[in-house]
């Protein structure tokens, strides 16, 4: 699936990133350059709005963590939006909550079903 990227000027420093699609290896380039061109362009805000993503994979939070370590180094600030369960579980399972601001906070990702039913029963020789 091609990632479709669209970006809106909130500020005089300050923009919002909406990716839609899947964040994947094979297709962050689009988030890549968004990032970048608003790093180039000296926008101290960006606000990455995950609302439209269906899936992030590893890649695509290497870009995004790239992207807010280069913004802190300059003073500014990246902050990631609306994110979806799997994206909450991607920021727990890498221990990333501490490090990437999330409007609103990470909330807990929802727990994994545990598979109930009978137990096979345990043999004895």
Request: glycine content about 8%; aromatic content about 2%; charged content about 25%.
């Amino acid at each position: 699936m091609i990632l479709r990227v669209s970006v809106e000027v909130t500020g005089p420093h300050a923009i919002v990133i909406r990716p839609e699609g899947d964040i994947d290896y094979s297709s962050l380039d689009p988030l890549r350059e968004a990032l970048m061109d608003a790093r180039m362009a000296g926008v101290s805000e960006i606000v990455v709005d995950l609302a439209e993503v269906g899936f992030l994979d590893s890649q695509g939070l290497a870009v995004i963590l790239y992207a807010h370590r280069r913004q802190r180094s300059t003073g500014g600030r990246l902050i990631l939006r609306n994110l979806n369960d799997m994206a909450c579980r991607l920021l727990h399972v890498t221990n990333l909550t501490a490090v990437l601001e999330v409007e609103g906070g990470v909330r807990e990702p929802p727990a994994v079903a545990a598979v109930t039913g009978p137990r096979p029963a345990s043999r004895r020789n």
